[in-house]
């Protein structure tokens, strides 16, 4: 992936409790190739991705 975006927030429970969620959004990225083992077949690979996560984090 060459482009992308992502952003994230966190929020404080308690002093030692913590949640925190995050997002990253890669841009759609094409790639065009010769085959190495058939160098008469070309190969088109697109690809676009997402990501979420959610955590919680604890502090001793």
Known sequence: ???H???GIGY???PTW????AYVHAFSSALTGY???DPTQ???LHMTQD???VGVRYRF
Do not use: H, P, R, Y
């Not at 913590?18 to 969620?21: C, D, E, L, P, S």
């Open 12 to 14: 404080d429970i308690t």
């Open 1 to 3: 992936m060459k482009d």
């Open 42 to 44: 070309t190969i088109k």
């Open 51 to 53: 990501e979420a996560t």
């Open 35 to 37: 085959n190495q083992f």
């Open 18 to 21: 913590t949640v925190g969620a």
């Open 5 to 7: 975006l992502s952003f």
